[in-house]
């Protein structure tokens, strides 16, 4: 027998020994050997500190503001009483959590910016400026700017820096979309005040809306906007390449659609009916609602708002609510019916 044959007998066992002892580990333990002592990858995103570090966020777009602030209970906006609702808790922490994770696809040194450049950018003045703060002071303010040729990223930068980062387009989009519910409930609130109405149907504006599936009679009808958003019926089920065609909105129908959803934009829940439990759902029926519209931000596959409708409450209202958590509340019967018609005028309805 040859020195390797019996080098290799004797390997074999100790191999399978080793491999016991690791298959061993991981049933005890849930990972690999050593596997927890390896650090982290480092965070490659804009935001140097944790998110849940930031305690207050000063949100500017063009002459309007407004602060957020973290509190125990959870977020709340400055000057309006209770906090905030957890889907824009939701996206406030979505946003800051895209700004320590997200890496830049590009950095623009100073060495190639002159004194143009920023305008060029759209950062001069910035579109929109996040400023975010700690217990102790201002940890970052970021200045957003319009997107690049292709329409994929923005350009970004990090005031007192002279760097410009290319950003994906999710992350100025996640905070257009938090001063956009935060505005609307801030100005629910002066509205609630003056007592000229209640709440606002919707917690996001049509605008920040590039998406709208409606369950009528459970049919799915989908609708969004194209490159230049405007919106068209999207009918097929298939996948956009890269480079491949894209859809355009045809002008007539487009006007027909944006009339019906813009609509929404003032929409307001008439009056509050009862909770969301289970058997108020069924008794206003809403347990298995005949209309159901959602609402997707852009770049978002899960909807930012889900509405619901429900039984007639009277020849002029409908019970409603704001799925999943929503309370039962009424609204005009013209805001569902306006869904519906839409379908019919476009080819989807009965």
Known sequence: MTAAILAARWKMPLAITVLLALLLALVFSGQWPDLHSKPLSSSKGLLAIAPNEVERVNVRLGAENLALRR??????IEGVDGTTP????SHIDTALKFLRISEPSR???AGDLDAKS????GLDPPSEVAVLETHSAVAATVNFGRTNPAGTSHYVRLAGAPTVYLMPRHVTEEWRLVFDMARRLQGSASSAAANRSTALLLPVSI????AIEIVAGGKLTRFERDATGAWFRHIGQH?????????????AQAMVIDTAFSSLDAAVAEAQVAPGDAPHLAQYGLALPPLIALFYARDSSMP????EFGAPADRLDRYARLAPEGAIITVAEFEPRRLT?????????S
Do not use: S
């Open 304 to 307: 930012v708002a889900r509405l």
């Open 86 to 89: 957890l889907e824009l808790a």
């Open 341 to 349: 018609e839409l379908l019919k005028a476009v080819g989807a309805g």
């Open 71 to 76: 509190n125990p209970g959870g977020w709340t």
């Open 239 to 251: 996948t956009h390449l890269a480079g491949g065609d894209v859809h355009v909105a045809d002008p």
């Open 207 to 210: 605008a920040q809306v590039w």
């Open 118 to 121: 920023f305008a060029a950018f």
């Open 107 to 109: 950095e623009i040194p």
